[in-house]
């Protein structure tokens, strides 16, 4: 069974920082996909970023990039330049395109608070 | 506008009765899901459905039944078998590409408090 661990519930930076989440998950397939969402007070869901496994390259979207280290199977988040917007809960989760389900699996999050 | 809406925002049930939440998307999505969130929780999945007229149970479908009737919506009913309700419900749809990564776009959920 796929499992997904995210071991800091809350974290704090100051705006203009950077800040890292950890993620680190268990799966026995070889080929899935990985992603952060981001949900604000709206409790919105957003997609952040992915990573497909098979591709070696860290993924960047703007201020946020991963440290995908598929041996230790970890999935780590760096924002940088954090801005006031960037408080949120931060989700990892995880996706296997041969499980036939196509559904995500979710950690149990990160609260983050960027402080002026 | 293209999206997942998601009525009502909030909801009250007294304990023993059904409730529908409603799941409505004109993104042209094939497939649809129900999520459950509690408090220091990610998001656990309930049912999901790949196609009208078909759909399965996730991993936590106990107190829970959907029906797909048409592709844009999927209504999720809580019945009163479910013993814990009390939860924030999200509604997600994706196309359905067997094999390829699907992205999944969320609705803005749904509260759900048994009085």
């Known amino acids: 069974a796929q499992t997904v661990t995210q071991s800091q519930p809350e ?13 680190t998950y268990d799966t026995s397939e070889s080929n899935y996909y990985l992603f952060w969402y981001k949900q604000p007070p709206s409790r ?4 952040v970023i ?10 960047t979207e ?11 199977k970890s999935f780590s ?9 960037d408080t949120a809960m931060y989700f990892c989760a995880f996706i296997s395109d041969q499980t036939g389900a196509n559904n995500l699996f979710f950690g149990t999050g990160t609260r983050l608070t960027v402080i002026p | 506008d293209g999206g997942i809406t998601q009525s009502p925002k909030y909801l009250f049930r007294k304990e023993g009765q059904n409730v529908t939440l409603s799941c409505e998307q004109n993104l ?18 309930i049912y999901y459905s790949h196609i009208v007229n078909d759909f399965q149970k996730g991993d936590i479908a106990e107190g829970y039944s959907v029906s797909r009737e048409k ?18 419900y999200l ?3 994706s196309i359905d590409l067997r094999g390829y990564y699907n992205e999944q776009f969320f609705g803005p959920g749904t509260r759900l408090t048994v009085l």
Request: net charge positive; with cysteine; aromatic share 10%.
């Open chain 2, 91 to 93: 509604c997600a749809s």
């Open chain 1, 11 to 23: 974290m704090s930076v100051q705006e203009a920082e950077t800040v890292t989440l950890s993620c």
């Open chain 1, 44 to 47: 919105q869901m957003i997609l």
């Open chain 2, 28 to 45: 042209n999505h094939d497939a649809m899901y129900w999520y459950r969130q509690d408090p220091g929780q990610g998001l656990r999945l």
């Open chain 1, 77 to 85: 988040l760096k924002i940088s330049d954090s801005q006031l917007g």
């Open chain 1, 62 to 72: 703007n201020r946020f990039s991963v440290n995908f280290q598929k041996a230790a």
């Open chain 2, 71 to 88: 592709k844009e919506s999927f209504p999720l009913t809580v019945t009163s078998a479910q013993k814990n309700p009390t939860a924030f």
């Open chain 1, 50 to 59: 992915r990573q497909e496994a098979y591709k070696q390259q860290n993924a």
